[in-house]
């Protein structure tokens, strides 16, 4: 079984930045493809960035310019760095790994605030 814990949420002021670290253990045999959702309460679940085994990066074009995902050289840790944060960008973020046999693993999710 792959766990993943979530960890660098918390509160920031307007213009502030987070880094969000994701670490995978567990049984893993593979790199997979990682990123981060994120839902705010009444919104549905959002994709914000995402990469691949071969470091090829996606972001969702709300938080393009502003946030950047990477992962370690195992690439079973994975980042976001959030720059520019402004308050819609609040909500609890949640780190994924695709699975090679199996389903998708989802981190705990971790708590961003962004208010003055």
């Known amino acids: 079984q792959v766990q993943l814990v979530e960890s660098g949420g918390g509160l920031v002021q307007p213009g502030g930045s987070l880094r969000l670290s994701c670490a995978a253990s567990?049984?893993?045999?593979?790199?997979?493809?990682m990123g981060w959702y994120r839902q705010a309460p009444g919104k549905e679940r959002e994709l914000v960035a995402t990469?691949?085994?071969?470091?090829?990066?996606y972001y969702a074009d709300s938080v393009k310019g502003r946030f950047t995902i990477s992962r370690t050289n195992a690439k079973n840790t994975v980042f976001l760095q959030m720059n520019s944060l402004i308050p819609e960008d609040t909500a609890v973020y949640y780190c994924?790994?695709?699975?090679?046999?199996?389903?998708?693993?989802w981190g705990q999710g971790t708590q961003v605030t962004v208010s003055s």
């Open positions: 990469i691949t085994s071969g470091g090829s990066t």
């Open positions: 567990g049984r893993i045999f593979s790199i997979n493809d």
């Open positions: 994924y790994r695709k699975g090679t046999y199996s389903g998708t693993t």
